[in-house]
């Protein structure tokens, strides 16, 4: 009851407050510093709870993103009753495990993928960048921005992203709260922890 309880104040805070902001312009500047700034990470790990609504049904669950230079490794536990999944690879080749231990091999088309395995086509791709408050490079974006010039609302390929709850993380701001929306699909990302990898950072 907990978990679909913020789920649901966090679909109201999306409706409210996806609003223009008026008087842009300054703040377009400070955007455009802020996003200067996360161009140097390469890479991130999260923890995150999220929860999917479609249609009636709604589902919670665990989340671990781990991001580099090599490729995504993205592990699921619990929504989308299928027990969750492990995703890995990069945009052109992920490879899909399914809890039941199922292998599938995916070249394009990773969201309709997810939504014909799980029931939900969870836009992942688009999501590892604006889970750090940035658009998808691939589609023309609409944008309201705080004052400090973080992203608040962004409108990019029919989906309705809002993000709060900006706090330090190194140099850098992000998110702890993302919200989309599309059609009657709503996904909540709510983040616990974040680390994050820049581009001169060596690993042995």
Known sequence: MLARAWIVLGFASFLIGCVPVPGTSGRAALWRLHAAKLTGISGFELEAQIGVVDRGRGFTGSMTWRKSRGGDLVLVQGPLESGGFRLSGHPGRWILMTARGRRVEIRHGLRRALGRWFGIPVPLESLRFWILGLPDPRFPAEFSWTRRGRVRTLLQDRWQVRLGQYLPVGRQALPTDVILAH??????????????????????
Do not use: A, N, T
């Open 183 to 204: 059609g009657p699909i709503r996904i909540h990302v709510r983040v616990d922890r974040w680390s994050i990898i820049r581009r001169h950072s060596v690993r042995p």
